[in-house]
């Protein structure tokens, strides 16, 4: 198609586009991702856990922008942080204080609009300055305040902003307040993200009820992502911090939107110990394993809601490779095809360009044979052995292609190891929010 | 700004290109890359070596698409090849070959459209047919005839097509093809590519001629490019293959223009000793750096080249990495800021935003420490010990992203490693030509 006719084919496109953009509309302006659930899940409040949300100007203006969660005394807080080499200073703040063991109660306050990443001593200063205010406010020791930022790096956060609200928020403390807590961390993000599960421990009802906060910058060891999951649970925090973390590696260390990993992100768990049970201190007991597996639900849907609000995203594609020399092998393979701009673009044009997957593989530093090597499209075998699978019709890969939801899936058939992660496709709409100056 | 403002600006900039779009562009109308030199440089002939080029009709309507270049008896031909675990039947056949010392002379059949990767005993048997072909026709044996194929993934070679007009080929071949050979080998290509070096060796002129394609699917390990490059020098094999690998670890695998590696790729250099100059044989002696260093500079210029064709690019960015624990180290994060989509996309938009380089050195998995890190655009020191320079105005900084070659310097302040890689911006134009069913 030559140049110009390409141009009248976007303008048409983009004209179409104006008029959709006349529809609901979140606050700020930007339509909600196609892939978003249909409603904001039903929240249950977490006994001895209050959250309150208030605008404090960071950045943004016309929305809120700060998060206050307390918990009380008898919880305990487990984390897993980004691997970043260059983590911001909350981040390196709260690793310190997660080892402590602490039973005094807990609060977490968090802002959006400014990530305090790459700020030097003044990101330190405004750490300290927040911890410091938040454990006069509430009587805590500062050991046991937590402070996550969110948003543009490399700028002074105005924490004074934030440290005037404080009073309004401990005024305003909810249980109720999760769905509003889900909205006040989002930056990028086009929907607030939440999920909860209820299951019973020792004849007693138990509840986990998390928020997440990540559209773009998402990839392994963390990304821009902030999580904060509660629960009524009674767990040792050794416990708690080996289920959290053996959990991140199956949940939002197999999403990837864009590759890049963020300076700031963090997952914090808070168990408030209220539930009526006896305290689950072996993470390989009966009851922890009910629970562990209740808590990887939990976190497996909120990081699917990650990628489902990827920047641009229009696909939510689930890579599935088994036939691998070693699990480690598959997840390279996975995420060399998760990652790969060609595949991501392919899905984008509904093209069932299985050349790109084969690339991808090659490229991974995976063991592989290219003349042992399957991949299907969902339920359609598209190669098998090297080569174009005998009963596959071009057209049906086409078709498959135009579904929202997709499975790509790799056989190596090497070995045992297998891996799945999840990611979404590469469109102009990421490119449209990434140009944008200091988005 | 809303989503309907920015649709409206968007339409607004591509009506503009509209009017640009008008302009002269490439015989399939495609526009030329802005980045593209402004002329096909002069490459002389290079004594001994005869190339022809003809449409074969393999994808492509209305241009050439297959190369066919001769060297003489006595020549000798070295090569380096994608690390892809799923190189095509090309890569593997030359690769065998490569090894071998004959010298009764070479022959390189090239054709672009379709890849014959993937395809499995029939993507062997095409390229055993098209070596037989060419050496009956040429009289010389089938492990002196190299093939390449670029273009689409996993679908069979037509390879009868190509075997048709080697008569016709074979007629017309001229010293004097090196520029249509560029041009038939281009597959998204928006210019073709050649260089050109002469100099002495033992008061002897000898010259260094080379061509090659590429514009996307291009990371180190080679990538989606195709390299030939010529020389009248006389060099034993060895010494030929010692200072080909070296000088490719220097260019081809500096350059990254979407992290994606091609299953296809190669770099074929010949010698054909028709200089009068005594044969190099040790690649440490003088003539042999002498040779070295304009063969490097041949290849570094093919390799800048195929980033200013980077399929969307409109900026040429270096990527100088120092103070590094090892070059290993260096050369990791040099990497993961030229391959992270949102340096890329901020780059595209002209956004001086350096948080996003702080973050790529973070998950590059190098060490860095935070508080010594410092950033540069161009001659502008942006960030120092871990904050923003006292010396830096953001205006500064958004005033050089308007420049259409950029460089940014990061040095990490903890050793001596050091890196350069080359990159280009990810644009709209990149997922339009991505998108586009079975680019």
Redesign the interface.
């Known amino acids: 198609?030559?140049?110009?006719k390409?141009?009248?084919k976007?303008?048409k496109a983009?004209?179409a586009?104006?008029k959709t953009?006349?529809q609901p509309?979140q606050g700020n302006?930007?339509?909600v991702s196609p892939l978003a659930p249909v409603d904001f899940p039903d929240l249950p409040a977490i006994k001895g856990v209050r959250l309150a949300t208030t605008a404090a100007g960071v950045r943004y203006s016309g929305r809120t922008d700060v998060m206050l969660a307390v918990l009380d005394p008898g919880s305990v807080v487990a984390g897993t942080f980004?691997r970043?080499?260059?983590?911001s200073a909350s981040v390196l703040d709260a690793q310190t204080k997660i080892a402590g063991d602490g039973t005094e109660g807990a609060a977490i306050l968090v802002n959006s609009g400014n990530?305090n990443?790459?700020?030097?001593?003044?990101?330190v200063a405004s750490v300290n300055a927040l911890s410091a205010a938040v454990s006069q406010k509430l009587g805590l020791p500062a050991t046991r305040v937590f402070t996550s930022s969110t948003g543009?790096?490399?700028?002074p956060l105005p924490h004074d902003r934030i440290i005037a609200v404080l009073d309004e928020l401990t005024v305003g403390l909810s249980g109720a307040a999760l769905q509003d807590a889900a909205r006040a961390i989002m930056t990028t993000d086009t929907f607030p993200k939440g999920s909860s599960t209820t299951f019973e421990i020792a004849g007693e009802t138990v509840t986990i009820s998390g928020i997440a906060k990540g559209s773009?910058?998402v990839?392994p060891?963390m990304a821009t992502m902030l999580v904060y999951i509660f629960t009524d649970a009674k767990i040792a925090r050794p416990a708690l911090q080996s289920m959290l973390s053996q959990q991140t590696d199956r949940s939002f260390n197999c999403i990837t939107v864009?590759?890049?990993?963020?300076?700031s992100d963090m997952v914090l768990l808070g168990a408030t110990g209220q539930a009526d049970m006896p305290v689950i201190d072996d993470a390989t007991s009966e009851a922890a394993r009910a629970f562990s597996d209740a808590l990887g639900k939990v976190m497996l849907d909120l990081a699917h809601q990650v990628v489902r609000d990827g920047e641009g995203a229009t696909k939510f594609v689930e890579v599935s490779v088994s036939g691998a020399r070693s699990d480690a092998d598959a997840r390279k393979v996975a995420m060399a095809i998760a990652?790969?701009?060609?595949v991501k673009?392919?899905i984008?044009?509904?093209?069932p360009?299985?050349?790109?997957i084969?690339?991808?593989?090659?490229?991974?530093g995976?063991?592989?044979?290219?003349?042992r090597?399957s991949i299907r499209f969902g339920p359609h075998l598209v190669?098998f052995?090297?080569?174009?699978a005998p009963s596959y019709a071009e057209q049906v890969g086409a078709e498959y292609m135009r579904q929202q939801e997709l499975v790509i899936g790799v056989d190596l058939r090497l070995g045992v190891g297998a891996a799945t992660v999840w990611t979404c496709d590469?469109?102009?709409r990421?490119?449209?929010i990434?140009?944008?100056?200091?988005s």
Chains 1, 2 share one sequence.
């Open positions: 198609m030559g140049a110009k390409k141009l009248k976007k303008i983009l004209k586009q104006l953009a006349a509309a302006g930007v339509l980004t970043s080499a260059t983590r990530a990443a790459f700020t030097g001593a003044a990101g543009v790096i490399g700028e773009g910058m990839a060891d864009d590759s890049d990993t963020s300076t990652n790969s701009p060609l673009t392919a984008a044009g509904e093209d360009n299985w050349g790109r084969v690339m991808a593989v090659g490229k991974s995976a063991e592989a044979d290219r003349d090597l190669a052995q090297g080569q174009v590469l469109t102009h990421y490119i449209d990434n140009t944008d100056y200091r």
